[in-house]
């Protein structure tokens, strides 16, 4: 990883690289090499795979909402279930 670290700013030609690995992310994100991040939300909830920066026994990250009154403040998400929403073809 730390090749693909060193030569991504260049690859892109300044502009921005991107993870999409939370195995990857959580490893940018440790050695301070993360600038943003951007998450998308989507109203399903899985039943396998990767914590998002999964790190158990870690200390917390502190994030900041760029683009708001309050960088710290907190985003709330409301959703309800739909029925037959046990759907198995996710």
Do not use: K
Not at 34 to 52: M, N, S, Y
Not at 63 to 70: H, I, K, R
């Amino acid at each position: 990883m730390a090749e693909a670290v060193r030569i991504g700013p260049d690859a892109a030609g300044g502009g921005d690289l991107e993870g999409f690995s939370p195995t990857v992310g959580r490893q940018l994100l440790e050695r301070g090499l993360t600038g943003e991040i951007d998450l998308h939300v989507a109203p399903v909830l899985l039943g396998d795979g990767l914590r998002l920066f999964d790190n158990p026994g870690g200390a917390p990250v502190r994030l900041a909402l760029p683009n708001g009154d309050d960088p710290a403040r907190e985003v709330n998400l409301r959703y309800r279930p739909l029925p037959g929403g046990q759907d198995r073809s996710a």
